[in-house]
């Protein structure tokens, strides 16, 4: 029986690799995006105008707080299946929908990682470069940046992996990923065997794609430790 059920799982190999790799493909775009709108975000609650500051606070504090299925059921419904651009129109498919579900979270998580980087600075660093005469500009680009940039390394990453584990969510809105490949599996097969055995092969994918990720965070905390 437990030969018959590798068997079959070996069989579904491909769909599930495939389904994994939308989810990958899902991932990486929704931190893309997510960084993005979040140093905007991020920069924005820096400002020294009051109403940027309150718009950015009321971003974070928003989509930080939001369910992410929620958000997932949002995009999937606000936004059409079809865009029209330039006199072409252009599909708009649920990954993509997904992928932008999932930056919104990502974009606020962003925001505040690099708020946090930002006030972590030593107050005596800005003081000695306005002293030399440094705009704020200045000071921000060449002296206070370059050290957020690797403080900001670690959480990102984690981030990421939580990101990854979120896309998991993806199938409940009709994106063809690895849970969904492993439901048509299960659904096909119709052994109870099988169906645990996938679905564990499915826990294995995710633990060995985010578990590196999160070694590889912890060797950058320790290295980058203030």
């Given at each position: 029986?437990?030969?018959?059920?590798?068997?079959?799982?070996?069989?579904?190999?491909?769909?599930?690799?495939?389904?994994?790799?939308?989810?990958?493909?899902?991932?990486?775009?929704?931190?893309?995006?997510?960084?993005?709108?979040g140093?905007?975000?991020?920069?924005?609650?820096?400002?020294?105008?009051?109403?940027?500051?309150?718009?950015?606070?009321?971003?974070?504090?928003?989509?930080?707080?939001?369910?992410?299925?929620?958000?997932?059921?949002?995009?999937?419904?606000?936004?059409?299946?079809?865009?029209?651009?330039?006199?072409t129109?252009?599909?708009?498919?649920?990954?993509?929908?997904?992928?932008?579900?999932?930056?919104?979270?990502?974009?606020?998580?962003?925001?505040?990682?690099?708020?946090?980087?930002v006030?972590?600075?030593?107050?005596?660093?800005?003081?000695?470069?306005?002293s030399?005469a440094?705009?704020?500009?200045?000071?921000?680009?060449?002296?206070?940046?370059?050290?957020c940039?690797?403080?900001?390394?670690?959480?990102?990453?984690?981030?990421?992996?939580v990101?990854?584990?979120?896309?998991?969510?993806?199938?409940?809105?009709g994106?063809?990923?690895l849970?969904d490949?492993a439901q048509?599996?299960?659904?096909?097969?119709?052994?109870?065997?099988?169906?645990?055995?996938?679905?564990?092969?499915?826990?294995?994918l995710?633990?060995?794609?985010?578990y590196?990720?999160?070694r590889?965070?912890?060797?950058l905390?320790?290295?980058?430790?203030?």
């Open positions: 029986m437990v030969t018959d059920a590798l068997t079959t799982l070996w069989h579904w190999a491909p769909s599930l690799a495939l389904g994994l790799l939308q989810n990958i493909q899902i991932s990486v775009g929704a931190i893309a995006i997510g960084s993005l709108l140093l905007l975000v991020g920069g924005l609650a820096l400002s020294p105008l009051a109403p940027l500051r309150v718009l950015a606070r009321l971003w974070v504090q928003v989509f930080r707080n939001a369910p992410w299925l929620v958000l997932l059921y949002f995009t999937s419904y606000v936004f059409p299946f079809e865009v029209h651009i330039g006199g129109w252009l599909a708009f498919p649920d990954w993509l929908k997904v992928t932008v579900g999932l930056a919104l979270p990502a974009s606020a998580n962003v925001a505040e990682i690099f708020r946090g980087a006030a972590s600075i030593p107050a005596t660093q800005w003081e000695a470069a306005r030399l440094f705009s704020r500009g200045q000071i921000f680009r060449s002296i206070i940046l370059p050290q940039l690797k403080r900001m390394l670690p959480p990102w990453m984690n981030l990421y992996a990101v990854t584990m979120g896309t998991a969510l993806a199938s409940l809105v994106v063809h990923d849970i490949s048509i599996a299960a659904n096909t097969v119709n052994q109870t065997h099988f169906t645990v055995l996938v679905y564990a092969s499915v826990l294995v995710f633990f060995l794609y985010c590196p990720i999160s590889l965070t912890q060797r905390e320790r290295r980058y430790a203030f």
